[in-house]
Nanobody, 123 residues
């Protein structure tokens, strides 16, 4: 299975920026998309962004559109999430995911997950 290793989380003030990285290794069953999700305490895991591998097409949740940007480095097999204009409501554990078997928007579709990295935005 694909192994996903995340980095880049931390504490930032509102309005600041963070860049998350997710390095993938191993074999994938479906390489059409990789995604980012987030989960706050007591809430369901929610879609943040996804990238289509064949052409780097990008997809975003309305809540982050215009602020967050997903990209990839094909040579390094790494996906990034650039987060700008961060808000306290962005505070969550952020997960990268790979090998969706269904829609890229739903966490239940993904077969592989990173360990999660905490993002905390202070007001």
């Amino acid at each position: 299975q694909v192994q996903l290793v995340e980095s880049g989380g931390g504490l930032v003030q509102a309005g600041g920026s963070l860049r998350l990285s997710c390095a993938a290794s191993g074999r994938t069953f479906s390489s059409y998309y990789m995604g980012w999700f987030r989960q706050a305490p007591g809430k369901e895991r929610e879609f943040v962004a996804a990238i289509r591998w064949i052409d780097a097409g990008t997809y975003y949740a309305d809540s982050v559109k215009g602020r967050f940007f997903i990209s990839r480095d094909n040579a390094k097999n790494t996906v990034f999430l650039q987060m700008n204009s961060l808000k306290p409501e962005d505070t969550a554990v952020y997960y990268c995911a790979a090998d969706p078997q269904g829609s890229y928007r739903y966490p239940t579709s993904y077969r592989s997950w990173g360990q999660g990295t905490q993002v905390t935005v202070s007001s």
